[in-house]
């Protein structure tokens, strides 16, 4: 699994002829300890951080399409695990990452529109006083 979290992509093993080349220790270790079997894992993503993944394994090598259908199923399933898990917070763990947001936003690398938006009110406080 976590060679698949490492590269956040699907990882079928044994690899088809034109991907011969990329080498998968831990997966190749698991099909030998398993009988020959194919497996592919695929890592569930909420679309920035890796939860988790999913393995399947089978006698028949795995198509493409079938592939690209298990990564599209576990990209939704990342995302349905991240609602959940932000539904679970606390209010005061949700208010803690909103003002933990608030502040990157403010001093972090980007949002240009954020950072004027708060030097405006910053002005304002200061000319009000």
Known sequence: MAEAGDMARCLVFPPS???????YPAHEQLVNRHGGKT????????????????????ELPFAEETVQWCEAVGNMAGLILDL???????????AVITIQRGLYKTFGPKHGLWKL???LLLSVAVFLQ
Do not use: F, W, Y
């Open 39 to 58: 497996i592919c894992t695929i890592p569930i993503s909420n679309g920035v951080t890796i939860l988790g993944a999913l393995i399947l394994d089978r």
């Open 17 to 23: 002829k034109e991907n011969e080349q990329l080498l």
């Open 117 to 119: 938006n708060s030097l």
């Open 84 to 94: 959940k898990q932000q539904s679970e917070r606390g209010l005061i763990k949700h």
